[in-house]
């Protein structure tokens, strides 16, 4: 199927934080594809603040059925979490169930003022009450499909669908 | 005949952690790569995370060490575990309780994870051959062979401060025979491919072919430590230093104790560890263990995190 | 009862036989062997085609457990397995509880294993009083009640001053005296052999030099004394080599090996294997091909289990609190086969290191087949393979390293005095 353009979605997703947004709010992406995301917004959009990044994994829900395997990352959050306006960032939002875990890890840090949420492809399927704040596209996609986003040398974004059983 | 590593599944997944050797260096380095973001939570005013959450963890320490029960403790903790700790020493072993009689009651009260300091080599063994299969044994000492938690953090401290393990000479110093700490170091630091690594000890100390595994033998100082970036020193018992063994501590420490002029003939940006607890003025001198070129205390911290990757990835191998 | 075994293959060392041919035994002895005697009735014919017939074997080393662990094992359970192996005479060593120090207690074990008629029992008599090493014992009595030979079990040597005037003692009485060479100031807490794999494994160590330094001892008090000497257990190339030294100079010393260090090294012992915790240690594989090869030039007169079974808690130990010792007199016989087979020896030369050789050793009238003597026999399938098991071997204790591996060699038939006392 024909995929979406990602740097065109990044547009518009940055477009639409600008217009709501001042310059003193925080981002935090969420390994790995929406750490590239935020990356690019947080140039784009000038933001005053360092840049957080999280990886949930430690506070994951399905720790028991797929274990630590893959490599964890640092979370990074260079800022005051106490008070702070964050948006988290990622770029597929699905179930919730990431969002869930670093809302969680973001209040072991401090109690934000208000967290929202920025996604590039929102594709449905949610198992938490959870909803972006700012969405790139959303899209309705078989569920045995995994879809991500890749990043080329270049800095370029791209959209990527595989089938779920297949390795990457 | 129990000739399997017992340590791994038959996909090679770590299961238990009782030594270092025969451990590919993937599974290391995934350990130090683990503990390197577990090192970011401690740092955190919140320490805790709750991956570990309604697990139970047993301490069973059949020979005492309030230290290395401690570190162990406080990592659990800090996963969230529920974490029990048995000092069997003073109880069920004296009422004539066999070792596996008290895994087995242990078991029984929904254990997720033993971790076990044993005075006999092997203890961590058969426990780990015991138990059933979703239960993980880790091992935190038996008798003179392993102790693979230290030698991880050690090799995380190393890292830390070196950066890469293939263009390094390492010396451990002291007491090779009776060390489970040397012995755990040495297959962590040839698995993970330093090229040089060195023991240096009397005669009295050292293990017969103890070259077998890889290492080269020192008896001196001066030359031992030549060249050397990573100095290893390891803890004398007291009971060691006089007898058969040594004739004083004294002369120990005037022949291999480490001092900062001995330490000059390492490499000038050369680091120094200890595994803990020290005794002073017997296999290090003060001005040593408090200067400059020292990460005792380091390796203190980076242990914790280290026993927080090791418990996490264990945890979440469900066989 | 009259037995008839017909068309076997009978090997017999000692008188050189190997030929297929029929055996004739009446009143508990081989009265023909080739052609029947005249007018003999077989009440039984034992069909023995495609087996081997050969004397029934007799073991150096055979713990039967009783006195005292009878929680291990009892006379009854392994004086079964002792006949399932096709053994027929057992030399019992002393360390039970209490020793065999007194003849009370070596009547006592003699008349209880002659009651249950299965195999031959010769207890070996404690050379010093509770194996204490400090007083000699009244060995003549001893001898009395049934002690043939006298002995210091594992390792428990006594000082040099006792042990001299325990062997004039002994050598007074032509007994001779079976020691088990350890330097137990060299040993300690030791429980591995002094190579690669104790190091390793972080295990206390029995050094090669624990056996040596004992050896010499007791080779140059041998020759002080002009005893006769048995040595237990060699377990190392270079305790091997001054034996060979002492019988070139013509010292009547003979010595033994067990089927475990026959087969096995330290590497064995894998990741704490408790079933090879053995006494000696299981040595490096150098000392292990030595042990296999010297045979060819007879410096080890006899091949032996040491049968030890030891209870199921007593392994389930970390290695080094574990009970040393293996179950075996059932693997006596598939193990010496094995190792015949691996080293390409004629059944002759293998058959007599577990028949006439450990026979003339401990002093007895046994293990060939002449006519006249009595008919203690092993009937076996050298080409039947079985897999040892928990429940294929009867010995109460189950501890082995060979656990899991198919032997060669199956007893068929074991005959005591002329009694089928096992078929299989």
Redesign the interface.
Known sequence: MQLPDAEILFKDLAKKIKNDCDKNVALIGIHTGGVWLAERLHQELEIAQPLGTL?V???RDD??K????S??????IPFEVEGAHIILVDDVLNTGRTIRAAI??LF???RPSRISLATLVDRGGRELPITAQYTGIELTLPADKILVLKREKSGKLSLDLYDKNLPE | MINRNPQLDENGILQHLLTTEGLPASILLHILDTAESFVGVTERDVKKIPLLRGKSIFNLFFEPSTRTRTTFEIAAKRLSADVINLNIAVSAQSKGETLLDTVDNLSAMNADMFVVRHSQSGAAHLIANHVRSDVHVINAGDGSHAHPTQALLDMFTIRHYKKDFRNLSVAIIGDILHSRVARSQIHALTTLGVPEVRVIAPKTLLPKMVERLGVHVYHDMSKGLKNIDVLMMLRLQNERMQGANLPSAEEYFKYYGLTSEKLSLARRNAIVMHPGPMNRGVEIDSAVADGKQSVILPQVTFGIAVRMAVMSILAGNQA | MKIHIRNGRIIDAKQGIDAIQDIFIAKGKIVAIGRAPDDFQASRVIDADSLIVCPGLVDLSVRLREPGFEYKATLESEMNAVVAGGVTSIACPPDTDPPLDEPGLVEMLKHRAKNLNLAHVYPIGALTQGLKGERLTEMAELNDAGCVVFGQPDGLLPNLRVLIQAMRYASTFDFSVWLRPQEISLTSDGVAHDGEVATRLGLPVVPVCAETVALSSIILLAKETGVKVHICRISSAEGLAMIRAAKQQGLAITCDVTINHLHLSDMDIGFFDSNCHLMPPLRSSSDRNALRKSFADGIIDAICSDHTPVDEDAKLLPFGQSEAGATGVELLLPLTLKWGMEMQLPLLKVLAKITSSPAEILGIDAGHLSIGSAADMCIFDPDYYWKVTSSSILSQGKNTPFLGMELPGKVKYTLVNGHVVYEH
């Not at chain 1, 797929?66 to 395997?69: A, K, P, V």
């Not at chain 1, 490599?71 to 990074?76: A, G, I, M, Q, Y």
């Open positions: 990886d994994s430690f506070y720790f028991e797929i274990g630590l395997h490599e964890v990352k640092r979370s990074t969680n890890e072991d840090y401090g």
